[in-house]
T-cell receptor, first 116, second 113 residues
Framework: GAGVSQSPSNKVTEKGKDVELRCDPI?????LYWYRQRLGQGLEFLIY????????KSGLPSDRFSAERTGESVSTLTIQRTQQEDSAVYLC??????????????FGQGTRLTVV | AQKITQTQPGMFVQEKEAVTLDCTYD???????LFWYKQPSSGEMIFLIY??????QNATEGRYSLNFQKARKSANLVISASQLGDSAMYFC??????????FGRGTSLIVHP
């Protein structure tokens, strides 16, 4: 596709339910990132995929959070047993090639998650 | 570890004036890249400008320029001739050896007519 695509754009879920967020990166981009942005805050790193290497999961806040990516394609971020503090915008980004320090990350529009 | 500090939570500027948004960074990497992104109220993150740690010239992209002072670990964004459409959140980010961009908390810019 022309850009990074995320779905759904909005998700309202009840506390305790599981949710799955999807990210479709730009074709050919080997690096993929997930970030969380709470209201009025900066971007909090969650997880990084680079090609077929083991992902860097160091930013995941708890074991309720997990993510998968098959090769250089779609990624899904799963949050189990959602809590109200999980409410945020979840942003996905991809970049052309990593490791490279002069390649900007292209962001999707984000998924706004509201846990009620 | 790397860190970005943006000390200005909010900035106001008159239309057509220039404005500087501050960014300082901390990293143990010798080679790194610095980025600025704009986030309008619609939420998308828009890449503005990049500066490499070994670049001798300050980066410029149209009305955007990056005032890079390596010894002070400073990478301020200068927007010349502000426009109403420049009103947005602005984020500074660093990319180093971990290959994971680290973002600051952002600065809200409001351009007055």
């Amino acid at each position: 596709g022309a850009g990074v695509s995320q779905s759904p754009s909005n998700k309202v879920t009840e506390k305790g339910k599981d949710v799955e967020l999807r990210c479709d990166p730009i074709s050919g981009h080997t690096a993929l990132y997930w970030y969380r942005q709470r209201l009025g805050q900066g971007l909090e790193f969650l997880i990084y995929f680079q090609g077929n290497s083991a992902p860097d999961k160091s930013g995941l806040p708890s074991d309720r959070f997990s993510a998968e990516r098959t090769g250089e394609s779609v990624s899904t971020l799963t949050i189990q047993r959602t809590q109200q503090e999980d409410s945020a915008v979840y942003l996905c980004a991809s970049s052309l090639e990593g490791p490279g320090l002069n390649t900007e990350a292209f962001f999707g529009q984000g998924t706004r998650l509201t846990v009620v | 570890a790397q860190k970005i500090t943006q000390t200005q939570p909010g900035m106001f500027v008159q239309e057509k004036e220039a404005v500087t948004l501050d960014c300082t960074y901390d990293t143990s990497d010798q080679s790194y890249g610095l980025f600025w992104y704009k986030q309008p109220s619609s939420g998308e993150m828009i890449f503005l400008i990049y500066q490499g740690s070994y670049d001798e010239q300050n980066a410029t992209e149209g009305r955007y320029s990056l005032n890079f002072q390596k010894a002070r670990k400073s990478a301020n964004l200068v927007i010349s001739a502000s426009q109403l459409g420049d009103s947005a959140m602005y984020f500074c980010a660093i990319l180093g050896g971990s290959y994971i961009p680290t973002f600051g908390r952002g600065t809200s810019l409001i351009v007055h007519p």
